[in-house]
T-cell receptor
Framework: EPEVTQTPSHQVTQMGQEVILRCVPI?????FYWYRQILGQKVEFLVS????????KSEIFDDQFSVERPDGSNFTLKIRSTKLEDSAMYFC?????????????FGDGTRLSIL | GEDVEQSLFLSVREGDSSVINCTYT??????LYWYKQEPGAGLQLLTY?????DMKQDQRLTVLLNKKDKHLSLRIADTQTGDSAIYFC????????????FGSGTRLQVQP
């Protein structure tokens, strides 16, 4: 069964550094998402992406964050000038369409640890 | 508003049924989802139900939806130790914000 893959599985970065989290969505999916889960808290929506542009973003997704689809397969989340509070599990997801009857399929996540 | 609530912990014996409950507040939700997260793993889609349905069954899983009370439950029949995980319910709307809104997750512990 096709799946969403994320790399790396664990990223350790010094505070203030930039980090790029990578995702390969399911190949025929058109909508891509990033969510995060701070330890002990709920899974929170960050951003959705379609047709090479952001279609929706949450209040968390400020100027520190950016997303990109640099080629036909990868979808990346860049976090500039990382802060301690950016430490979390980051999940990528993809779906065929944006409507609620098109399930979002998730990767295994990247655990980001900011020191 | 948009808030999804779940109880935090459930412990059952192997072979018993498990019932995990969820309440949501957004009346415009159209699909409600259940995801499973095993330790160190991602969110695995288990099942989902359209908000005009009352029940959906898929092998050992039964989803019940009470739209009037905005209450959703996931029943796992003949629970196995491999079912031990965190179970998240999530709502998805077709109006306003279309992202998934997750509950805090219920940790299911299955005792042998």
């Amino acid at each position: 069964e096709p799946e969403v893959t994320q790399t790396p599985s664990h990223q350790v970065t010094q505070m203030g550094q930039e980090v790029i989290l990578r995702c390969v969505p399911i190949s025929n999916h058109l909508y891509f998402y990033w969510y995060r889960q701070i330890l002990g808290q709920k899974v929170e929506f960050l951003v959705s992406f379609y047709n090479n542009e952001i279609s929706e973003k949450s209040e968390i997704f400020d100027d520190q964050f950016s997303v990109e689809r640099p080629d036909g397969s990868n979808f990346t989340l860049k976090i500039r000038s990382t802060k301690l509070e950016d430490s979390a599990m980051y999940f990528c997801a993809s779906s065929l369409g944006p409507t609620s009857n098109q399930p979002q399929h998730f990767g295994d996540g990247t655990r980001l640890s900011i020191l | 508003g948009e808030d999804v609530e779940q109880s935090l912990f459930l412990s059952v014996r192997e072979g018993d049924s498990s019932v995990i409950n969820c309440t949501y507040t957004d009346s415009s939700s159209t699909y409600l989802y259940w995801y499973k997260q095993e330790p160190g793993a991602g969110l695995q889609l288990l099942t989902y139900i359209f908000s005009n349905m009352d029940m959906k069954q898929d092998q050992r899983l039964t989803v019940l939806l009470n739209k009037k009370d905005k209450h959703l439950s996931l029943r796992i029949a003949d629970t196995q130790t491999g079912d031990s995980a965190i179970y998240f319910c999530a709502e998805h709307r077709d109006t306003g914000r279309r992202a998934l809104t997750f509950g805090s997750g219920t940790r299911l512990q299955v005792q042998p």
